[in-house]
T-cell receptor
Framework: GEDVEQSLFLSVREGDSSVINCTYTDSSSTYLYWYKQEPGAGLQLLTYIFSNMDMKQDQRLTVLLNKKDKHLSLRIADTQTGDSAIYFC??????????FGTGTRLTVIP | DVKVTQSSRYLVKRTGEKVFLECVQDMDHENMFWYRQDPGLGLRLIYFSYDVKMKEKGDIPEGYSVSREKKERFSLILESASTNQTSMYLCASNTPRDRHNQPQHFGDGTRLSIL
C-alpha cells in the first residue's frame, strides 16, 4: 500500500508556530487531510487540501502542499496549550482509499 | 453534525473470548470503517463496508470479522480474542455522494484490553 510518513513527536513553546510535516508516495492522491486527536478521543477533521492547490489557510492553520516532492505540512500559528494532541495526515488516492500517517504528537510547553 | 457512536469507551476481555465492538452513525452514510490505532503505527484499516450486508477486507483483517445488517450499524467481531488485539479501535463513516471530498467522521474510540 501507499506510505504516509510523519515524525512521531514535536515540542513547541506556547505562542510559537508549529510545523508538522508529512510525506506520501502515491502520486494519484486527490485530497489530503489533517486530523487532530485529543487525548481519549476520536479523530477530528481539521482541514483538507485538494491536490491541485499549493496552499490553504484557515484561521491559525496553514496547509502547504508540494506535489512535486509529495510533501504536506500543517502550520499552526500562535500555538496554544489546547493544540496539544496527535495530528494525523491522510491521503485519499484515485481509488478512493484513505491512508493515514503514523501521527505526530504535538506537545505545547507553557 | 455527524455523530458516530461507539458503544464502549473501555473494554476488558479475556483471551479466547468472542468480543463485539458496536458502532452506530446517524447520518445515513453508506460507508463505514473499522480501524485499529497503535503507537507508532498510526491507523490501520481492518474492514470496511460500502452497503448493508457488504464487507471488504482492509489491510489487517486477520482475526476479525464484521457485520452490517443495518445501514447505521457496523459491528467488529473478534472471534477468539488474543493479547495482540489489545488496541484502540476507531469506527468511521462517510458518504460517497461527493466523490471529491469525503472526510471520514470518527467515533471516540474503544480502548480494548485483552488479558
Amino acid at each position: 500500500g501507499e506510505d504516509v510518513e510523519q515524525s512521531l513527536f514535536l515540542s513547541v513553546r506556547e505562542g510559537d508556530s508549529s510545523v508538522i510535516n508529512c510525506t506520501y508516495t502515491d502520486s494519484s492522491s486527490t485530497y489530503l487531510y489533517w486530523y487532530k486527536q485529543e487525548p481519549g478521543a476520536g479523530l477530528q477533521l481539521l482541514t483538507y487540501i485538494f491536490s491541485n492547490m499549493d496552499m490553504k489557510q484557515d484561521q491559525r492553520l496553514t496547509v502547504l502542499l508540494n506535489k512535486k516532492d509529495k510533501h504536506l505540512s500543517l502550520r499552526i500559528a500562535d500555538t496554544q496549550t489546547g493544540d496539544s494532541a496527535i495530528y494525523f495526515c491522510a491521503e485519499i488516492n484515485g481509488a478512493n482509499n484513505l491512508f493515514f500517517g503514523t501521527g505526530t504528537r504535538l506537545t505545547v510547553i507553557p | 453534525d455527524v455523530k458516530v457512536t461507539q458503544s464502549s469507551r473501555y473494554l476488558v476481555k479475556r483471551t479466547g473470548e468472542k468480543v463485539f465492538l458496536e458502532c452506530v452513525q446517524d447520518m445515513d452514510h453508506e460507508n463505514m470503517f473499522w480501524y485499529r490505532q497503535d503507537p507508532g503505527l498510526g491507523l490501520r484499516l481492518i474492514y470496511f463496508s460500502y452497503d448493508v450486508k457488504m464487507k471488504e477486507k482492509g489491510d489487517i483483517p486477520e482475526g476479525y470479522s464484521v457485520s452490517r445488517e443495518k445501514k447505521e450499524r457496523f459491528s467488529l467481531i473478534l472471534e477468539s480474542a488474543s493479547t495482540n488485539q489489545t488496541s484502540m479501535y476507531l469506527c468511521a463513516s462517510n458518504t460517497p455522494r461527493d466523490r471529491h471530498n469525503q472526510p471520514q467522521h470518527f467515533g471516540d474510540g474503544t480502548r480494548l484490553s485483552i488479558l
